[in-house]
């Protein structure tokens, strides 16, 4: 069963974020994907634990998942810590990005997400995040709904979330993908 759903997001993926776009031809649309940190190790209480051995491995099976669909980002964000620095790492190793992989301030798992909220707003190229949660969920809950106290998706460890604005100023979910829905490895 885990075979075909594996083959299954596959196909969502490439469906959904790799070009298929109906709308007329012209720029790349503006996307956002929402990355939370893979399993962090759970020795000891650092609020700074690195990703265990299955947190590399299924941050590792979504970087070979969106590799075939050529993302093309401004930048990549991570919170500083070390688990979602790992993530972005690994996950960036098969993404086109512009200015790179970079830790930033404003992304740890009780900041406030208006802030971040206004910049992505602005943004002029697509770009991924990195981060924790709670933090991620109010920001989701924000973007597609405009209310941060609202729990709109849970997102399980080493899930991406893919969202491009629409018309209307809120943001609109075109995919998820989940190591829940790989092969085990």
């Not at 594996?6 to 012209?26: E, K, N, Q, S």
């Not at 991924?128 to 709109?152: K, N, Q």
Request: glycine share 10%; charged share 20%.
């Amino acid at each position: 069963m885990r075979t075909g759903l594996y083959a299954a997001a596959c196909l969502i993926l490439t469906l959904g974020c790799a070009g298929r776009d109906t709308r007329p031809a012209g720029p790349t649309p503006r996307r956002l994907y929402l990355a939370r940190h893979a399993q962090a190790a759970t020795d000891g209480v650092s609020a700074d634990r690195p990703l265990s051995a299955r947190g590399v491995a299924d941050a590792r099976a979504m970087a070979e998942l969106l590799r075939p669909l050529h993302l093309r980002l401004g930048v990549v964000w991570h919170s500083g810590l070390a688990r979602a620095e790992q993530t972005a790492d690994i996950l960036a190793r098969v993404l086109s990005t512009g200015k790179g992989v970079t830790g930033r301030r404003g992304l740890l798992p009780n900041d406030p997400v208006v802030p971040v909220a206004a910049e992505i707003v602005a943004a002029k190229e697509s770009l991924m995040i990195v981060g924790h949660r709670p933090f991620l969920r109010r920001l989701i809950a924000l973007l597609i709904g405009g209310e941060p106290s609202a729990d709109p998706f849970v997102l399980s460890p080493g899930t991406v979330l893919c969202l491009e604005p629409d018309d209307a100023g809120l943001w609109r979910v075109l995919w998820v993908a989940s190591p829940d829905l790989l092969p085990q490895r």
